[in-house]
Every structure is written in C-alpha cells, then in structure tokens.
C-alpha cells in the first residue's frame, strides 16, 4: 500500500538539499522562475511572473502534503544553501503512481543537477511512497528534459501530438516511465 506522509522531508545526495518551500522564499522563487527561457518549456510556469505568482505557488504547498496530494522541495545546492530549483510528485492515488515534475535556474543548467535531484526523487517514490510507477512528461522539443528522463532508466511510452499549448503554440508531449519492479531490480 501506499505511505503518503503529511510532511515533506529533507532528502540529501551528494551536492543538493531538497526542502519544502516556505513563504521567504518567494523573492528567490521569482527572481529564478521569471526567466522566458525557464518558462518556456514548462506547462505552469506564468511569463511575466511576479512575486505574487510564487507566494500563491507557494501557499498551497503546505495543505497539498498533508494531503497527501503534492510534494513540492525546492532543489537547493549544499554548499551555497541557495535555491536553484523546483522539484515535485504529485501523487494519484488510486492507481498507486507519482508524476515527475522539476525546473531549474538558467544559471544551473547542463550541471547534472535534475538528474541528481530526480534520481533522488525515484528511491523516494518507490522506497517511501511505496508507489508502483513514476510518471513524467515532457514537451518534444525540450531535448535535455527527455535526456534526464533516459538517464534514469525510465522508458519512453509515446508521444501524445499536439496535446498542450504554450505561448499559443501546440505542443507534442513526450511520456515516460519506470515501474516499480524494473527499478528495484536495478
Ligand atoms: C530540463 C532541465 C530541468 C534539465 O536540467 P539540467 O540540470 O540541465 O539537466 P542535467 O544536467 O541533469 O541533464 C541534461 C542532459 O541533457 C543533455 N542536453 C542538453 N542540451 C541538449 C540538447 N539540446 N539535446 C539533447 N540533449 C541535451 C545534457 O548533455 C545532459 O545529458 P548528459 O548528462 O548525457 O550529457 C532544465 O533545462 C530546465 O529547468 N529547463 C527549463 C524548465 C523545464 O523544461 N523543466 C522540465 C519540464 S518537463
């Protein structure tokens, strides 16, 4: 069965520290996510986006754990103790599986650091949470968002065509996922 905490906990690899949010950080939240290009191939960053943006982001974080809906961290580097992303599960339940979300800073890109953080999030999911796949999609032309996914062993499953708009735009989806088994015998 599923173990959904009320809580978010600290998770540490080698050079990250995800955390919950707290409201303090919404200057930085918006200082990292306002950038076009981080927005770009996300489904839920808004552009502009201001600081009332990552506080209403922020706010709900807290009542979506102890629901056991959406674990929200924010990704932060050990060293600096900076923030320098967002990483989430978002939990359905019924059918035992978790969707795989995470953004990072332009700054800290092509550094390895959403496979560490996402790879961290896998054993937590299927270590804690207890859940039976883990789910992630992304835009077809967001290239190195797949390269993560694949880094991780999880498997392409298709591509729903045309299935988001950004910017206006129609989007095509890339869907991937591990199973509970494949990653444990890993
Ligand atoms: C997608 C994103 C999270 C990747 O973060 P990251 O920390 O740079 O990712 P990593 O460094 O762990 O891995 C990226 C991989 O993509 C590869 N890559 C980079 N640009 C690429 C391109 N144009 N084509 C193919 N692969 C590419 C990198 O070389 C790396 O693979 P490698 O380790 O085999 O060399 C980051 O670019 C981001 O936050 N983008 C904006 C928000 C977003 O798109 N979020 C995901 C929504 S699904």
Known sequence: MLHLPSTCPELKTKRLLLRPFVLEDAPRVTEIAQDREVADTTQSIPHPYTIEDARNWILPQYRDTQEGR??????????????????????????????????????????????????????????????????????????????VLQKLNMRYEGTRRQAMIKWGIFEDLDYYAILRDKYLRH
């Open 70 to 147: 959406l674990y929200t961290w924010a990704i932060t580097l050990q060293s600096s103790q900076e923030i320098i992303g967002a990483t989430n599960l978002e939990i359905h339940a019924q059918y035992r599986w978790a969707d795989l979300g995470y953004w990072l800073g332009k700054n800290y890109w092509g550094q390895g650091y959403a496979t560490e953080s996402a790879r961290c999030l896998l054993e937590y999911s299927f270590k804690v949470l207890q859940v039976h796949r883990v789910q992630a999609y992304h835009m077809s032309r967001n290239a190195p968002s797949g390269r």
